[in-house]
């Protein structure tokens, strides 16, 4: 394993593993933190050989953290900036215009390829790619595919049933939230169908659209049975989705 360290921040636990085994697979060791202020505290006695953040944290947005980490990097010279990775499922003209003039090394978009890392990482490491970055990913993790969509799909359900009260309460901008971190899950494990039904949600909340929430709700509990079917669901998990109706 080589020794090059990478920080990221994300702080929703699919995406950090998903993430962390696509790293694994590359033969790089990853730290995982999940808000900007643990990065921060984690950046005071560790120096990474690049930063990968989400745009969205629970404490602040990615763009937030670069700028307090090129703050904190003018205040004490003395170091090359520390490569800092942007990603998101947002457009990339929208994360590379919030992050102009902030020295961000590169700008991704969800769902990441193990090929994007390689490339976007590729200048900062001089080590080369081992034999067992052939290996995948998922099994570098010790995570199964099924593993990480059953855990999608439970917490799939989950959110469909804290979307609906969000709706019922006509709460659009928390219902916006919600379909937002569903929709990056989903893109992350390449769930077409549930990350574009979240979006569908999401977008429609933004505009206020609440007469067809309903019917893009019914789409997304479609699209998450149809996945259940897809990696034969425990019953346990299947109940879930029966208190969602």
Request: glycine residues 4%.
């Amino acid at each position: 394993m080589r020794s090059a360290l990478i920080l990221v921040v994300e702080d929703h636990p699919i995406n950090r593993r998903m993430l962390q085994a696509q790293l694994a697979a590359e033969c790089w060791q990853s730290e995982l933190v999940a808000t900007g202020a643990e990065a921060l505290l984690w950046l005071t006695h560790t120096r990474p050989v690049a930063v990968i953040t989400d745009y969205v944290l629970e404490d602040m947005t990615g763009v937030e953290l670069l700028h307090r980490v090129r703050r904190w990097e003018a205040d004490a010279p003395g170091f090359p900036p520390i490569p800092m990775i942007l990603y998101s499922g947002m457009s990339l003209e929208y994360l590379q215009n919030e992050s102009r003039g902030l020295d961000c090394t590169a700008v991704l978009t969800k769902p990441i390829s193990r090929l994007q890392l390689r490339q976007t990482l590729a200048p900062f490491l001089t080590q080369a790619a081992t034999s067992e970055s052939s290996a995948s990913a998922l099994s570098d993790s010790g995570d199964s595919a099924d593993d990480l969509l059953a855990e999608l799909l439970q917490f799939g359900y989950q959110q469909l049933i804290c979307l609906k009260l969000s709706i019922k309460n006509q709460q659009m901008s928390e219902t916006a939230s919600i379909a937002h971190g569903l929709r990056g899950a989903a893109a992350v494990l390449r769930q077409t169908e549930i990350s574009q039904s979240a979006a569908e949600i999401e977008n429609q909340s933004r505009n206020n659209a609440s007469e067809t929430l309903d019917e893009a709700c019914t789409r997304l509990q479609h699209a998450l049975e149809r996945l259940a079917l897809q990696i034969k669901t425990p019953r346990s998990v299947m109940a879930t989705s029966t208190t969602s109706r």
